[in-house]
């Protein structure tokens, strides 16, 4: 049974990965100020902008579980980490939306293409390749957050969790289809929360998988 210490530790932890994925979009958005998305093309031609704002959910997710486990000597490996599944989410990203569409006179997977691309992640400004990539991106952050636990069976709990989350995330961003007008007066106030409770739900879900890995290998040891 899962004691109230660890379900503050739980809370403290969902509560502070959703507050860095938020401050993460604030980064994102003073960053959409400098022109960020007219730097030219980088490696495999994958653009910087696309990089960085691909990469700030994943720092945030990092940083924000290393904060609320009083490791700050961890938060230079957390951004680092961050940054390298960035840069993952968007090659994936790239590569699984040019299969799905190659071109606007190709249609692939059956067709399929076309219409995957249309929905959109309750994130504004996914696309189905994105979609993808953020999912693989939640997976190695919750797998990189568990391995924090030191202990194999709460890893594989973490880990476990983080999976259950980022499977209801990528069904909802498939159901739920959005305006892209950034203008809207919709749209951001759903970024805002849809960054909050992102990192919310993927921080707690590690956490609580975490916890309940731990219990299972404390009472195989006796």
């Not at 980088?42 to 990469?55: C, E, M, N, P």
């Not at 924000?64 to 390298?84: D, E, H, M, Q």
């Not at 983080?162 to 498939?174: F, H, P, Q, T």
């Amino acid at each position: 049974m899962i004691s109230a210490r660890d379900w503050r530790m739980i809370a403290r932890r969902a509560l502070y990965c959703g507050i860095a994925c938020q401050v993460a979009l604030l980064v994102g958005l003073a960053l959409d100020t400098l022109r960020l998305y007219e730097v030219g093309s980088d490696l495999s031609d994958i653009r910087l902008a696309d990089v960085v704002f691909a990469t700030l959910p994943s720092v945030g997710m990092c940083v924000g579980t290393a904060l609320a486990l009083r490791r700050p000597r961890l938060v230079l490996l957390a951004i680092v980490v961050g940054l390298a599944i960035g840069f993952v989410d968007e090659l994936v990203a790239k590569q699984i939306l040019w299969m799905l569409q190659p071109s606007d006179a190709v249609v692939e997977l059956a067709g399929l293409g076309p219409v995957i691309d249309r929905h959109y992640s309750i994130i504004y400004g996914f696309t189905g390749g994105e979609l993808a990539g953020g999912f693989l991106a939640s997976l190695l952050v919750a797998l990189f957050c568990a391995s924090l636990a030191g202990q194999w069976r709460a890893i594989i709990g973490g880990f476990a969790g983080g999976l259950a989350v980022s499977l209801l995330v990528l069904l909802l961003s498939i159901l739920v289809t959005q305006s892209r007008n950034p203008g809207s007066l919709f749209v951001w106030p759903l970024m805002v929360f849809s960054f909050f409770v992102y990192g919310f739900a993927l921080g707690g879900g590690v956490a609580w998988g975490e916890k309940v890995g731990g219990q299972l290998l404390r009472r195989r040891a006796r």
